[in-house]
């Protein structure tokens, strides 16, 4: 369930939940951030205090420039709906999952809505901002980032393939293998599609792949291990090195948003 990790973990920055226990350190556009709020911030990301303190700045911030921003139930829905779908499971089941976590629905729902608020406004206020990379650009980022693409030479995966989507779903929340065909492989990366690959990479050991259309049949792979090292020639990796590239540029973009935005912020600060 990595991806469902990973999505609740997304949002943590604007759902810190620590309790005041040392008080308010600050106070941005009347927003408090309390010291609790900024140990917590700084073990769970291992940074420093100063670093920390900047994050939930640009938290709250950023909180502030969305008030505006509207999120509708059904969108939320669908979201939910796909996560659940993305992890092979059902909506209740995710939310048996999440209680157990102790997590409440209410306040899983409004992760997402927050990550939701947050993505609008990305695409609002910052991505315009970004140019398109030049080849150059994109060949200067592979040659200072190499290990950045750096692969398992092989994957070892058990297939499985059923008729339907319907009996794949249904294998893949029950692991029942009757009508499953299946069998042992091993693949070696640069054969791979580019996407087959990116889903295997993505997928932890022992874990399933989301279901593929195969045309004729509907197959998810068992990733069982992953093997060697070899690092992916530009050409190979260009699709990558250019989705890097732009996480690095949004960073970058964001930030000077911010910084800008702070210039002119109300922000009181309590205690340093």
Do not use: C
């Not at 938290?59 to 829905?77: G, T």
Request: glycine fraction near 2%; charge should be positive; charged fraction near 30%.
């Amino acid at each position: 369930m990595k991806k469902f990790v990973l999505f609740i973990l997304i949002a943590f920055l604007s759902l810190a939940e620590a309790r005041v226990i040392d008080g308010i350190a600050l106070i941005v556009e009347g927003e408090p951030i309390t010291t609790a709020e900024i140990r917590a911030i700084q073990t769970q990301m291992r940074v420093s205090k100063s670093k920390a303190t900047s994050l939930l700045i640009q938290d709250r911030l950023q909180k502030s420039a969305m008030n505006d921003i509207q999120i509708d139930e059904k969108v939320i829905d669908a979201k939910v709906a796909d996560i659940a779908s993305q992890n092979n499971i059902t909506v209740s089941k995710m939310q048996k999952v999440l209680k157990k976590q102790g997590t409440s629905w209410n306040k899983y729902r409004s992760n997402i809505r927050d990550a939701l608020k947050k993505k609008k406004f990305f695409q609002t206020n910052i991505r315009q901002s970004i140019p398109e990379p030049t080849q150059d650009e994109l060949k200067i980022y592979y040659r200072n980032h190499k290990k950045e693409f750096v692969l398992p030479k092989s994957i070892s995966l058990i297939e499985y393939s059923t008729p339907t989507m319907k009996a794949m779903k249904a294998f893949l929340q029950t692991k029942n293998k009757k009508g499953v065909k299946h069998q042992r492989m091993k693949k070696n990366t640069k054969d791979l599609d580019a996407t087959l690959l990116q889903s295997m990479l993505q997928t932890q050991n022992n874990s399933f792949t989301q279901p593929l259309n195969a045309g004729d049949r509907f197959i998810s792979y068992k990733v069982l291990s992953k093997n060697g090292k070899t690092t992916m020639p530009f050409d190979t990796a260009q699709s990558a090195v250019t989705n890097k590239w732009k996480q690095q540029q949004q960073s970058k973009a964001l930030k000077d948003y911010f910084e800008k935005l702070k210039t002119n912020a109300d922000i009181e600060y309590i205690r340093r």
